[in-house]
């Protein structure tokens, strides 16, 4: 008989217990809502979604293990055992002194960089996450995104684009390391693509900002996956636990940014963790004045026993296989209907090169937003444009759309929700639309905001320029 470990097929890691009803629609009625949502995904009631794939954050199933803790949650206002579980879980797992609770990943951010940072400060690291990069600069500091040269190149296939680059940190450090606050690195670096940092980039950085007495936080969104790139990638880790490889990731750093809505696998939450007493004591200050109390921070006791369950969930080695295989499997399904794709597949996205799939589609007529539309109008599958939408902007002076670096599609697997056959479905809709790609259009946009237009502009199609 064959030892079941032998098996190339890699399942899902759970069985379902409970389960929420899919809404079929027809395309027609798809055509009518993306009109009426003025042509933006995020407009769209998620009940017309047939496969969510905006983000991974929040958007997770809970454990059987997570909804017990739910009902074990103390709603104490202060000294709540659940907190004293969460706190334990953590500092088990990350060797920081100081944690404090916080809503969601962004307010661990505000806070942060609130008591840290201001005018005339720079914030370097790999890639700055969109909100991360908001919070350093509304206090008026520079952020700076120093990632490795392989990042720049989406076709190119190297086992740690999310590395940051110690050449130009270290120049950056030469210059002006009295005006560096801390240096940031992402695990793993969602706006490159999801790419793993590894062990020895984060051990070289840790030297390097000794030498300048400069800290180094991690932002510890991805983490377990991270992790499980380092086992699976870095030679000298496939024997060790991502447990094991996980703290040696934290012993590097001086504290954490968490956003718990990704690898706590929770709907909601995250936290900060420090070392330093002096950042611990200011931060709890305001958290008070604007979280909540230092035990709960804006969170339910229910919800930080799901965070401390989730933490220790998602390090299991089966599940991180699988979650890793999930979207590699995704990625080999839309390179082989011959669309390219930032290589290798993430963590927890696959991205789309939509630039490099529409070439009939000019940078200003949104080939992102395009390709969005037109996977929703095929499949019901909801993605989000990570490209001219998001970061480019009008020239006040032209009126001119002007263009971001690149124009990808992120398709965000949400962690335990969605099977195999789901997935083959997403990939079935990416094929049918990779053979049809020149009937599908360019966009403008109708009108924005003033800040953060992919979530509230309105846009409309226009015709298709021919290829
Ligand atoms: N850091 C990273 C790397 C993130 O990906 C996010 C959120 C945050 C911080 C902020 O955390 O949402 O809990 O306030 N990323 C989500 C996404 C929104 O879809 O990638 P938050």
């Given at each position: 008989m064959t030892a079941p470990d032998s098996f190339k097929t890699i399942i899902e890691p759970f069985k379902i217990k409970t389960v929420e009803p899919l809404r079929m629609t027809s395309r027609g009625e798809r055509a009518a809502f993306l009109k009426e949502a003025g042509y933006n995904l995020f407009r769209i009631a998620s009940a017309n979604v047939l496969i969510d794939l905006l983000t991974d954050s929040g958007t997770g199933a809970m454990s059987s293990e997570q909804w017990a803790g739910m009902m074990r949650g103390d709603e104490a206002y202060a000294g709540s055992s659940s907190f004293y579980r969460f706190e334990e879980t953590i500092k088990e797992l990350t060797g920081f002194r100081h944690v404090i609770p916080t809503h969601q990943g962004r307010a661990a951010e505000r806070i942060l960089f609130s008591v840290t940072s201001g005018p005339g400060k720079v914030i370097p690291g790999n890639h700055h996450f969109d909100t991360t990069r908001a919070n350093i600069e509304v206090t008026g500091a520079e952020a700076l995104d120093l990632p490795c040269r392989e990042a720049v190149d989406p076709s190119l296939s190297a086992?740690?684009?999310?590395?940051?680059?110690l050449e130009r940190l270290e120049s950056l450090l030469q210059d002006r390391a009295q005006n560096v606050p801390m240096c940031i690195i992402t695990l793993t670096d969602n706006t490159g693509g999801g790419q793993p940092v590894s062990l020895r980039n984060l051990r070289d950085a840790r030297t390097l900002l000794n030498q300048h007495g400069v800290p180094l936080i991690l932002d510890a969104a991805r983490f377990a996956e991270n992790a499980m790139f380092v086992k699976m990638r870095e030679p000298g880790n496939a024997d060790r636990t991502p447990r094991e490889i996980a703290r040696e990731q934290f012993s590097y750093a001086d504290g954490c940014m968490m956003s718990a809505k990704k690898d706590g696998i929770a709907n909601i939450g995250g936290f900060l963790a420090l070392n330093n007493d002096s950042w611990a004591e200011r931060a709890r200050q305001l958290l008070i004045l604007t979280e909540g109390f230092t035990t709960y921070g804006g969170l339910a006791g229910r919800d930080l026993e799901a965070i401390a369950q989730g933490l220790e969930e998602v390090l299991h080695e089966d599940y991180l296989r699988y979650r890793l295989r999930s979207a590699e499997y995704l990625g080999d399904g839309i390179r082989n209907a011959g669309i390219p794709i930032v290589e290798p597949p993430g963590g927890h996205a696959v991205y789309i090169d939509a630039r490099a799939m529409l070439r009939h589609i000019p940078p200003d007529l949104l080939p992102g937003q395009a390709l969005s539309c037109a996977l929703y109008v095929e499949g019901g599958v909801r993605t989000i444009e990570v490209g001219t939408v998001m970061f480019g902007h009008i020239?006040?002076?032209?009126?001119q759309q002007v263009a971001a670096d690149k124009d990808l599609v992120r398709l965000a697997l949400p962690r335990r929700v969605y099977t195999q056959s789901h997935i083959d479905y997403v990939i079935e809709v990416a094929e049918s639309l990779a053979r049809n790609r020149a009937a599908i259009g360019g966009y403008r946009i109708v009108s924005e905001p003033a800040a953060l237009r992919h979530f509230t502009g309105v846009f409309e199609p226009v015709e298709a320029v021919p290829g």
């Open positions: 086992p740690f684009k999310g590395n940051i680059d020239d006040p002076k032209t009126g």
